[in-house]
């Protein structure tokens, strides 16, 4: 069974970038769709952004598509979501998640994706 390890959390102050790191296993995300949640305390799980690696398009939460740049490494081992200028709002558990895919545009919706990771906590100070 896949396991999805996320990392790159930490307290960052507002107004800078943070990268998040994803890997599954060291499997290729070459034939999988994946997505980028965050869960904030009494809050329901928030899609970011997915990525359908086997059409190569990329889904943003229109809230925050103006913050982020999802990508992976050359190797197609390890995604990452940059966030620029992070506010104190964007304080949650971030989770990568990763599930089955065909050619249709990934889902931004929790329920698209069969295996998640723990997830990384990000702090934004003000």
């Known amino acids: 069974q896949l396991q999805v390890v996320e990392s790159g959390g930490g307290l960052v102050q507002a107004g800078e970038s943070l990268r998040l790191s994803c890997t599954a296993s060291?499997?290729?995300?070459?034939?999988?769709?994946t997505g980028w949640f965050r869960q904030a305390p009494g809050k329901e799980r928030e899609a970011i952004s997915c990525?359908?690696?086997?059409?190569?398009?990329?889904m943003y939460a229109d809230s925050l598509k103006d913050r982020l740049t999802a990508s992976r490494d050359n190797a197609e081992t390890t995604l990452y979501l940059q966030m620029d200028n992070m506010q104190p709002d964007d304080t949650a558990m971030y989770y990568c998640?990763?599930?089955?895919?065909?050619?249709?545009?990934?889902?931004?919706?929790?329920?698209?994706?069969?295996?998640w990771g723990q997830g990384t906590q990000v702090t934004v100070s003000s």
């Open positions: 990525t359908n690696w086997r059409n190569n398009r990329t």
């Open positions: 060291g499997s290729r995300f070459d034939a999988w769709r």
């Open positions: 998640a990763i599930g089955l895919t065909g050619m249709r545009d990934c889902p931004l919706r929790p329920d698209g994706y069969t295996t």
